[in-house]
């Protein structure tokens, strides 16, 4: 049985797979996008922003921008950081001291809870350090979750906030948020960004970069099958690599050292890509 890496390297003279869905910190592509998206997560940071929103599409890339933020966060700062966090009030509050590293099996009621996280957030305070907790999957949180959230940002020192927000999430989030009993919600967010899918050029300069980072020359798809793999894929990085990897695949089975636009149409009407795809709705994400 082939490799997986063999499945399409030697064809294409490439000494790795350019196109997997693992993160690999050398593939990084930063589109101008992404770059404005993570500037308002800096300037989020940087200004003590109570509450920062960054959303996108399942595979925009926002988990690139966490893991280079969670790798830049200066030494004085104390990150919490929860994935998927559900649960109504009082449960949400334990995901936040859990993820801020305080004990809270003692406390047995809402009121003891919210104490130990004030006393914790004035002591880092006091230590010069400041108090950040980041949500990923945020847009799982129930409206009562966000307002709870929001209460938190209420404690302060001064004019100084004590507990930065920064959510993350699908663009179910930024909905939520604009809802009319989420107005106060809305008003404490001071930087927030939406991580669109990746334009025309965009996509054929990404697939360029990958190609060329695992060893390729980086015009191994053609003009045409770039523009046809950001038509299927709305131009989300985590599709267009789906997309590509297939068409490497079917191009090595055909003996073909050039993805034609052919050959993703192919791939396309052999059903083994999914994502959702709509004949009608063609590059309009």
Known sequence: MESEAGLYTEQFNLHERPFTLVPDPEFIFWTPMHRRAYSILEY????????TVITGEVGAGKTT???????SLPDDVRLGLISNAQGGRGELLRWVLYALDVDASGASDYVELFQLL???????????HRSILMIDEAQNLSIEGLEE?????NVNSNKDELLQLVLVGQPELRDMILRPELRQFAQRVVANFHLPGMDKQTVADYIAHRLKIAG???DEFTKQACERVWEVSGGIPRLVNQICDFSMVYAAT???RLVL?????????????????????????
């Not at 989020?44 to 509450?51: E, K, N």
């Not at 959230?149 to 940002?153: G, I, N, P, Q, V």
């Open 44 to 51: 989020g940071i940087l200004t003590r922003a109570p509450i």
């Open 65 to 71: 921008l966490v893991q280079k933020l969670l790798k």
């Open 118 to 128: 004030q006393t914790f957030l004035v002591d880092e305070y006091a230590k010069g």
């Open 149 to 153: 959230l929001r209460m938190l940002t």
């Open 216 to 218: 390729g020359r980086g």
């Open 254 to 256: 055909g003996d073909e």
């Open 261 to 285: 636009s052919s050959i993703v149409d192919q791939v396309v009407s052999d059903g083994v890509f999914f994502a959702g795809y709509n004949g009608d709705d063609l590059g309009n994400e």
